[in-house]
């Protein structure tokens, strides 16, 4: 009985296999693109892609244009205009990456406002219309995901040493401003072709969460990534499930579970604090992101 409430969704409803089909790809996408921007500390601009596509969306649609064009123009007028600030102020990244957050996000609202017609897109544009995906979005995804895997694949070295220290990778042969843009496109394009299925409001969730669960657990970069693609698509499956018994909106559902995850796991873990002894408290502190992949580079290493 139970074992058919779990399955009978997905069996007698074609709709939800091409959900979990697609929230699949997007997990491992995501878990991929995930770890190392958790790894990274870039957070705070995957947060700002996720919302700066929304101008480009909105202007897609109004010219009758497909949006994965547009929030590929918007993600990447983000990343140029990050750029752009950085090197003619001496601003930091964060206040630039801040200023375009707001600025864009605003330019979408505007554009939205002056259309009737978007109430219904506007929508699907936020959060996303993973139980209308079609076999063209899936093949889109599909394609998308294997660039994802071969790009991270092949530079997963420089990736790494970028995480740990931009000088070390530049030490080591490697150019840290090439890689942190390719970085910063991988990021993009996850954004990009993940929106249509959990919104440009979620689809931080997906790359997030699933990235900071696995990194309370593991040390290593390639347990980290599995571990994160495992929770984010544990987690496409369980939302899908309340969704569809539950009546609720899927993408956010998907997004609610991963966060419990992560939830979860910060309850049950045990503090690495305590298992090193009061000598660890006196230690001087680092940020979360240099933390973590110092961590993940001494696992990887070992």
């Known amino acids: 009985m139970i074992f058919d409430s779990l399955i009978t969704p997905f069996t007698s409803n074609g709709f939800m296999v091409n959900a979990l089909a697609a929230g699949l790809l997007v997990a491992v996408a995501c878990g991929i693109v995930g770890t190392f921007m958790v790894l990274r500390g870039l957070a705070f601009i995957g947060d700002a892609l996720a919302h700066g596509v929304l101008p480009g969306v909105a202007l897609a649609m109004l010219l009758g244009v497909p949006g994965m064009v547009g929030a590929a123009v918007g993600a990447a007028a983000m990343i140029a205009g990050i750029g752009f600030i950085t090197r ?13 957050f707001v600025g864009m996000l605003a330019l979408g609202v505007a554009i939205v406002s002056r259309s009737g017609a978007f109430s219904g897109d506007l929508v699907r544009i936020l959060f996303g219309e993973i139980l209308g995906v079609t076999y063209a979005g899936l093949l889109a995804q599909a394609l998308a995901t294997a660039v994802i895997v071969a790009v991270a694949y092949t530079c ?9 220290d931009p000088e070390q990778a530049d030490t080591s042969g490697f150019s840290s401003r090439l890689f942190q843009g390719v970085m910063l496109a991988l990021i993009a394009l996850t954004v990009v072709v993940s929106f249509r299925t959990v919104g440009t409001l979620l689809v931080f969730g997906m790359l997030l969460a699933p990235a900071a669960t696995a990194a309370l657990f593991s040390r290593r970069l390639g347990t980290m ?10 987690s496409v499956y369980a939302g899908l499930l309340l969704s569809y018994y539950a009546n609720i909106a899927a993408g956010s559902s998907i997004i609610l579970v991963a966060t419990l995850f992560f939830v979860g796991a910060l309850i049950v873990r045990r503090p690495r604090g305590l298992a090193h002894g009061r000598g660890a408290a006196k230690r001087e502190p680092k940020s979360s992101a240099a933390r973590t992949s110092s961590s993940v580079r001494e696992g990887a290493t070992s």
Not at 88 to 100: E, F, I, K, N, Y
Not at 156 to 164: E, K
Not at 225 to 234: D, P, V
């Open 225 to 234: 990534i599995a571990l994160a693609s495992g929770i984010g698509a544990t």
């Open 156 to 164: 997963r070295r420089p990736f790494l040493l970028l995480c740990y």
């Open 88 to 100: 003619r102020s001496r601003l930091s990244g964060d206040t630039a990456v801040g200023l375009l």
